[in-house]
């Protein structure tokens, strides 16, 4: 179950990573024909976040000390020290921003200049910083494993 | 295509989170630093220091969104979409290196 929790939400994140890059697509081709399309995509990338952030938060809160510990006691302290650190509070921002989204998509995007640079940006924004998350989720993993074995 | 305002709830919440996004860099790097009064408060609060700096910017980001959507008679907050995105891109970047440069420098 703990492993589980621990995949599910690194596959969520993958998720919505791909949904940003769907999402930011489909605005660089606003129309009036997918303006429905643009909508739901930044509901089903706020869903995905929030979903996201609370399985990951279930297993930081629950589960990770054990791992914080081991990663402490190994080498690769940097894996807790900054990427964790970093990870933990940065995701914070990634879930206002991902909850913004949905009001900003609201806008005629075909129409509205303003509102469509700004859902590009944020929708930029969200695919960068998912990725940097997973990239430091990697990290932070291999910093347990390389503790184990200098066990 | 049109420059024109993005309505009263993207605009209140475009800059909620700005303020949120800054905030949550800000409480990041005091908490950290006193650790014997900040960060054993909330620890006390709730299970996780983790969880209440969640519902404290999640409180704010709602509060501070509601209440300048109630600015100016009802109508909002007036503020152009380019300036907005500067904003909300700005306190992103600059909370994301207020986060990143503490932990790597000085946390």
């Known amino acids: 179950m703990t492993n589980f929790l621990l995949m599910s939400h690194a596959v969520l994140g993958s998720l919505l990573g791909l949904a940003g890059v769907w999402l930011f697509v489909d605005?660089?081709?606003?129309?009036?024909?997918?303006?429905a399309r643009i909508r739901m995509?930044?509901?089903?990338?706020?869903?995905?976040?929030w979903l996201t952030y609370l399985l990951a938060g279930y297993f930081y809160v629950v589960y990770y000390s054990a791992d914080k510990a081991l990663i402490l006691k190994g080498p690769w302290t940097f894996a807790h020290d900054f990427f964790m650190e970093s990870k933990?509070?940065?995701?914070?921002?990634?879930?206002?921003?991902?909850?913004?989204?949905?009001?900003?998509?609201?806008?005629?995007?075909?129409?509205?200049?303003?509102?469509r640079k700004i859902v590009l940006w944020a929708t930029g924004l969200l695919i960068l910083t998912t990725v940097a998350m997973e990239g430091a989720g990697a990290i932070i993993s291999m910093g347990v494993r390389v503790a184990l074995l200098c066990k | 295509m049109k420059n024109i305002e993005i309505g009263k709830y993207g605009s209140s919440f475009g800059l909620s989170f700005a303020i949120t996004s800054l905030f949550s860099a800000l409480l990041v790097v005091l908490k950290e630093t006193s650790q014997h009064t900040v960060l054993a408060w909330m620890k006390a609060v709730t299970p996780h220091h983790w969880i209440?700096?969640?519902?404290?910017?999640?409180?704010?980001?709602?509060?501070?969104?509601?209440?300048?959507?109630?600015?100016?008679?009802?109508q909002g907050i007036k503020i152009s979409p380019n300036r907005l995105n500067n904003?909300?891109?700005?306190?992103?970047?600059?909370?994301?290196?207020?986060?990143?440069?503490?932990?790597?420098?000085?946390?």
């Open chain 2, 87 to 107: 904003m909300i891109v700005g306190a992103f970047v600059i909370s994301g290196i207020i986060i990143a440069g503490f932990y790597l420098f000085i946390g």
């Open chain 1, 88 to 115: 933990e509070h940065v995701v914070m921002m990634l879930l206002l921003l991902a909850t913004c989204l949905p009001i900003f998509a609201y806008n005629n995007l075909a129409a509205n200049r303003g509102a």
């Open chain 1, 27 to 35: 605005v660089l081709n606003a129309k009036e024909e997918n303006q």
């Open chain 1, 41 to 49: 995509m930044s509901l089903i990338i706020a869903g995905l976040m």
């Open chain 2, 52 to 74: 209440t700096h969640t519902l404290l910017d999640l409180i704010l980001f709602v509060v501070l969104g509601l209440a300048l959507a109630k600015a100016n008679k009802g």
